[in-house]
């Protein structure tokens, strides 16, 4: 179960339904929720092309980024059987994180006039993953058992794969140089699938990572320390 990162409430209500042949049952009960205080990073993020708000008007780029849009919307929605059944694993050896999960980020934007920069202009953004430095081609590993979903190159993630654990739970992967698994592909927690690289929207090579639960995002850290059943 995912608790959004920014919920206020002191004690977070958990409703349990079981369905019993015809008859319904119903549970619940209070979980104490823990206030995080998550960072503001003052370093304004420069993309490149992806800053350039030009870039973004042009056709060929608008549908990537739909036909991304629509995909992902497709798989999210799937609810899929509980595939967790063994350990979990970490999805890059050495962790060196360099932006942490919800982080309230800088994001630079210009336009143009010709090849000149006539405005720009800074957006704000939450980062809703975790990213770990490393170098092109180190190895990234799925962080449970699974389907692969996605696996393919999109216009701001780069090279992505997500994979579906059931029961409305995904990890998903970016920015990879190399993807190692194919769409429908089933892979286990500690699995080769890919490889760190600078694709997408990125200012160096890393590993963008993240969990979302039934329309939440995670982070990725606390659920490495959750018990796995047998």
């Not at 995909?71 to 979990?88: H, I």
């Not at 360099?98 to 980020?105: A, G, N």
């Amino acid at each position: 179960m995912g608790i959004h990162p920014e919920y206020s409430e002191d004690l977070a209500k958990i409703i349990i339904k079981n369905k019993k042949h015809v008859r319904e049952e119903e549970n619940f009960f209070l979980v104490k929720i823990k206030k995080t205080q998550f960072k503001t990073s003052k370093t304004i993020l420069k993309l490149g092309k992806y800053s350039d708000l030009d870039e973004l008007k042009k056709p060929e780029v608008i549908q990537m980024i739909e036909r991304a849009r629509e995909k992902k919307k497709k798989v999210f929605r799937e609810r899929n059987e509980d595939t967790v059944k063994s350990r979990l694993h970490h999805p890059v050896e050495n962790h060196l994180i360099s932006s942490e999960f919800w982080t309230k980020r800088l994001k630079y934007r210009y336009e143009r006039k010709g090849k000149e920069k006539i405005k720009s202009k800074i957006k704000n953004s939450i980062h809703k993953g975790l990213d770990f430095a490393g170098k092109t081609g180190t190895t990234i590993y799925a962080m449970a058992d699974g389907k692969v979903v996605i696996a393919e190159k999109m216009y701001f993630e780069g090279n992505y794969t997500l994979i579906d654990h059931g029961l409305g739970f995904f990890s998903g992967y970016m920015h990879q140089n190399e993807i190692f698994v194919e769409e429908g592909d089933k892979v286990i927690a500690g699995e080769k699938i890919g490889s760190i690289g600078e694709t997408g929207a990125v200012t160096g090579a890393h590993l963008h990572v993240f969990i979302y639960i039934r329309g939440i995002f995670v982070d990725p850290m606390s659920l490495l320390v959750l018990p796995v059943r047998d």
